[in-house]
Each structure stands twice: as C-alpha cells, then as structure tokens.
C-alpha cells in the first residue's frame, strides 16, 4: 500500500514537500513516480525515481522547482516542490512499478490515494 500525504493550500511561490509511505510491503526494489491531476484533465507525469535512487526524471514545467528524492530505509519517496505556481493546483499521486523509471503512467503497479496541492495566486 501507498499512502500519499502532505498537501495542503500554499500561496504562489511558496513550497511543500509531499511524501509517499510504503506500508505492507517493500518498495525498496520499485521504481517510484509522482503524478498529478488537475480538474478535467488528464493525470500527468511529474517525476520519477530509481530503486537505487541514482536516476531522475522530471517532466520540463517542473524542473528547477521540484526534487524527487527517496529513503529506502524509511520505504518512503518525497517531492520536494518549490517556487509553486498556481498551474500545480491537481491531486498529486504517487506509484510504483518494478523495474526501470518511466513515465507512462499505465506501466505503474501501486498507486497511493493521492494529495490535494492547491496554490493560490
């Protein structure tokens, strides 16, 4: 199971970090995304990680503002986002799948609740 937490209502330019619990299980081994999904939109890509940690991706209108990082000791990722913008307002999920980081959100196993990130202008 994933457990997403850490959203909340923030203003422009101001930053929260989200989190994402493994519990039941390892995930030690799994790739790890972040997505999202705004009102009427489909859900997006955001970031994604290696088992190991030593492979990132972000998808362009979040690099340089957003981080992904994880502690596989703790079985939890995080998103570390910055210099928020009102176009970030979605429900922010995060996944995991075995194997390679990708960004296809159909390849992922495991999904979390989601979070609700709202930033006000």
């Known amino acids: 199971q994933l457990q997403a937490f850490g959203g909340g209502l923030v203003q422009a330019g101001g930053s929260l970090r989200l989190s994402c619990a493994a519990s039941?299980?390892?995930?030690?081994?799994?790739?790890m995304g972040w997505f999202r999904q705004a009102p009427g939109k489909e859900r997006e890509f955001v970031a994604t990680?290696?088992?190991?940690?030593?492979?990132?991706y972000h998808v362009d209108s979040v690099k340089g503002r957003f981080t992904i990082s994880r502690d596989n000791a703790k079985n939890t990722v995080y998103l570390q986002m910055n210099s928020l913008k009102p176009e970030d307002t979605a429900v922010y999920y995060c996944?995991?799948?075995?194997?390679?980081?990708?960004?296809?959100?159909?390849?992922?196993?495991?999904w979390g609740q989601g979070t609700q990130v709202t930033v006000s202008s």
């Open positions: 039941g299980r390892t995930f030690n081994n799994y790739a």
């Open positions: 996944a995991a799948k075995l194997g390679l980081p990708i960004l296809n959100r159909y390849e992922y196993d495991y």
């Open positions: 990680i290696s088992w190991s940690g030593g492979n990132t």
